[in-house]
């Protein structure tokens, strides 16, 4: 069966660091991978979306990998700050215009 | 535009009742997506439209659950005799097919209660 697995537990960092969280995926050939961020009793947010064909993409403090072979995408924030701080969720798209589907999110702390 | 709009933000219900969501998407999305999310879990698919056709729907959606998109704008999701498994967060996307780099927009969800 299709399952994304993203690390169940909390990731805590000290202010400044690299955060480095990772997305794991098995039956699935996703067109997209996107990534959102979710902070308590909100919606997701909408940070970035890696295409199959791409290795690497980046914004600002953000960077994500996407590695077809290995079935993974890691995300990278760079410098970070505790307003980083909240549960990030990675998410497939199929492509086709179809519904994306969601991991379990990992939360991550960051601490002044 | 003020985003994807969900009402009421709150819902706290008696087990067998009825409740009916609604969520206003952004206006020039065409696709609108219905998702449910529990404490410590992913958001999980319900269904979605394109305009007023609705497209899909999870398994998980069972008989006790409709939605419906009437005119291609905002959205209701009703949940019939309620029972103490529907608490959650359900939480409403929306999207523009023309460009997938954009994501979804969600809304800031409703959270049911099933007492």
């Known amino acids: 069966s299709q399952k994304i697995e993203q690390n169940s537990e909390a990731l805590n960092i000290q202010e400044g660091k690299t955060a480095t969280l990772t997305c794991n995926y098995t039956?699935?050939?996703?067109?997209?991978l996107q990534w959102y961020r979710q902070d308590p009793g909100r919606g997701p947010v909408f940070l970035l979306l890696i295409r199959e064909n791409e290795k690497e993409k980046r914004k600002e403090r953000l960077k994500v990998t996407f590695d077809t072979t290995l079935k993974q995408s890691l995300f990278h924030i760079t410098a970070s700050q505790p307003a980083d701080s909240a549960t990030y969720l990675c998410a497939l798209d199929s492509g086709g215009y179809q519904k994306v589907t969601f991991g379990t999110g990992t939360k991550l702390q960051v601490i002044p | 535009d003020t985003g994807v709009s969900q009402d009421p933000r709150h819902k706290i219900t008696k087990r067998g009742q009825n409740v009916t969501f609604r969520c206003d998407p952004i206006?020039?999305?065409?696709?609108l997506y219905w998702y449910r999310q529990t404490l410590g879990q992913g958001p999980e698919f319900l269904t979605y439209f394109q305009n007023e056709a609705q497209l899909e729907k999870s398994r998980l959606l069972s008989d006790r659950f409709s939605a419906e998109r009437p005119k291609g704008s905002f959205s209701t999701l009703e949940i019939q005799r309620t029972e103490q498994g529907d608490s959650a967060m359900y939480l409403c996307a929306s999207s523009d097919t023309g460009d997938p780099r954009l994501g979804y927009t969600f809304g800031s969800g409703t959270r049911l209660t099933v007492v």
């Open positions: 206006s020039e999305h065409n696709r």
């Open positions: 039956n699935y050939s996703p067109a997209y």
